[in-house]
Structures are given as structure tokens and as C-alpha cells.
């Protein structure tokens, strides 16, 4: 299986700002990573993918960079907004693509 | 399209009583799967379809059945409810199995068992 870690402390950011949120895993290296976005309440929503040859991918305001040598992905929020407040879930294929593993998340809140 | 959909949203159970969680998608996707999300745990995958018929176990599996009948629907069965399965229940679709496919999750069950 994989063991995949978010930032453990809840984050909190200034508007406008860049809010940087880390994944780290264990073990082999998925072919694709995935974000999604939770908000209280509801089911996670899709946000980005990045395969495994990808070193960056980009989607408006939104950044995801995967480093397969350190193991890492970082999900970059730029020009935050109050509307960005939510959980981040990083996800990774379970290799043979039938399993997802998700993390716990890392709660951002930005501050107006 | 109506997406994923699931029912009931909130329930209350005893111990020991069994129940059901529905799943529906109306967007013809192959995959389904059922998660369990704790606090502090994240999401765990309990079971897994990947076409009508054809069911595998997760991470969490014991204590679950599901059956795949048709496409549209992948029900959960709580066979006898213990107080470790209260949780928030959520149920996903995606086209095909694979990564690389983004996936669709429902508005989730929040389960409470006594």
C-alpha cells in the first residue's frame, strides 16, 4: 500500500497571498497524482492531475509541481482568495489503478 | 445530469442492525468505489467496481458487501452495524480504472451507529 502525508497543521494565509501545500508518500511512485478540494459538508472535488513525467501543471491560479526523485508534490494556490478556505486531498493511484489513496488533507484558511 | 448520488444523507443506527447506503451515477462510468472518511484518517477505500458484475475489496473491506448489478448503481451493505463504522460514507465514479481519470464523489452518508 502507500503511505501519503499532507501538511499536518491546519494553514492559514493572508489574501492575496501564495498558500503552498505539500504531499509527501511512501513507497513506489504513482504513475498520476491528483488534488481535489473539500469544502464542510460535501464530497471532494477534482481539481488537478499530474502524471508522473510532468514536472508542473498549471490550471489558472492553481500550480501542482511532482517530484518523483524527493517523493513530493506541491499544490501552489496563487493570488489567494477567501473563497480558496477548504480542505486539499492529494490522491495516488494504487499502481495497478484500481485503488486511490488519499491523505488527510491540509485545512487552508486565507484571512480577508 | 444529476452526477453521484447518494442516500440516505444522514442515518442513525443501533448496533447490530443492518442497512444499506444507495450509489447512483448517470454518467456511464465504469468505475465505482466506496470510501469511509474519519477524522484524522483521511479517505479509505472500503470496495471497488470496475464494471457491472465485478466487485474487489479496498483498504477497509470487513464488515461490508456490495453486488454491481448494473452500471447506474453500486450499493453498500452494512451487514450487522458496529459503533466502528460510524463515519461519513462517499461514494465515487470515474470513466475508466486508472489514474489518470479524474473522480466524481457523491454528497456523502453520514452514518452514526449506537
Known amino acids: 500500500s502507500q503511505k501519503i502525508e499532507q501538511n499536518s497543521e491546519a494553514l492559514n494565509i493572508q489574501e492575496g497571498k501564495t498558500a503552498t501545500l505539500t504531499c509527501n508518500y511512501t513507497n513506489y511512485s504513482p504513475a498520476y497524482l491528483q488534488w481535489y478540494r473539500q469544502d464542510p459538508g460535501r464530497g471532494p472535488v477534482f481539481l488537478l492531475l499530474i502524471r508522473e513525467n510532468e514536472k508542473e501543471k498549471r490550471k489558472e491560479r492553481l500550480k501542482v509541481t511532482f517530484d518523483t526523485t524527493l517523493k513530493q508534490s506541491l499544490f501552489h494556490i496563487t493570488a489567494s482568495q477567501p473563497a480558496d478556505s477548504a480542505t486539499y486531498l492529494c490522491?495516488?493511484?494504487?499502481?495497478?489503478?484500481?485503488?486511490?489513496?488519499f491523505g488527510t488533507g491540509t485545512s487552508l484558511t486565507v484571512i480577508p | 445530469n444529476a452526477g453521484v448520488t447518494q442516500t440516505p444523507k444522514f442515518q442513525v443506527l443501533k448496533t447490530g442492525q443492518s442497512m444499506t447506503l444507495q450509489c447512483a451515477q448517470d454518467m456511464n462510468h465504469e468505475y465505482m468505489s466506496w470510501y469511509r472518511q474519519d477524522p484524522g484518517m483521511g479517505l479509505r477505500l472500503i470496495h471497488y467496481?470496475?464494471?457491472?458484475?465485478?466487485?474487489d475489496q479496498g483498504e477497509v473491506p470487513n464488515g461490508y458487501n456490495v453486488s454491481r448489478s448494473t452500471t447506474e448503481d453500486f450499493p453498500l451493505r452494512l451487514l450487522s452495524a458496529a459503533p466502528s463504522q460510524t463515519s461519513v460514507y462517499f461514494c465515487a465514479s470515474s470513466y475508466r480504472t486508472s489514474g489518470r481519470n479524474e473522480q466524481f464523489f457523491g454528497p456523502g452518508t453520514r452514518l452514526t451507529v449506537l
Open positions: 490522491a495516488l493511484d494504487g499502481g495497478a489503478g484500481n485503488q486511490f489513496y
Open positions: 467496481s470496475v464494471g457491472a458484475g465485478i466487485t
